[in-house]
């Protein structure tokens, strides 16, 4: 299972996209990625899926749209006291390849972090989150990956300066 967040929101699983159906499921799974790894609370879920006129029996729809992710979609999904936690691998989300490799060629040869920027920018598939970006809950993060997008950017044309490849490190730029 892996989840693509450098684009559209996508879910991938054995080579091919899954079609996450729905808008709260989309929301769900959005806000999920946007805090992997953390304790979700259920009322910040609720508000991203239905703003701020849920329906009576939110609570319960909620519980309903995680348990399909998690067993129609095969997401690591797992309810916890007050709220569910993605319980996803840095393997298992583009963004977190994505921050590796730009990380990766921080300390790296210029040649070497061509390489690694390259890849990491190549993840790319448009907007960060896509529309799920409009989400309050999912708003910052996807605002920190096109501010380190950029910062790859510039740390690719300055590679590419480096190793004398100045028409590839201007058009880049």
Known sequence: MEVAVLGPLQLRADGRTV??????????L?????RRGRVVPA??????MWGEDPPRTAAHTLHTHASRLRRAQGVPLRAVDGGY???LDDDGVDSARFDALVDAAGPASPAYAVRLLEEALALWRGPAFGRSADLVEVRGEALRLEE???????RLAAALAACGRSDDAIATL
Do not use: K
Request: proline letters at 0%.
């Open 43 to 48: 009322d910040v879920l609720v508000d991203a």
């Open 148 to 154: 380190r997008r950029s910062v790859a950017r510039e």
């Open 85 to 87: 936690r993605l319980e």
């Open 19 to 28: 079609d996450v159906l729905g808008a709260q499921q989309r929301a769900l």
């Open 30 to 34: 959005a806000v999920l990625v946007a």
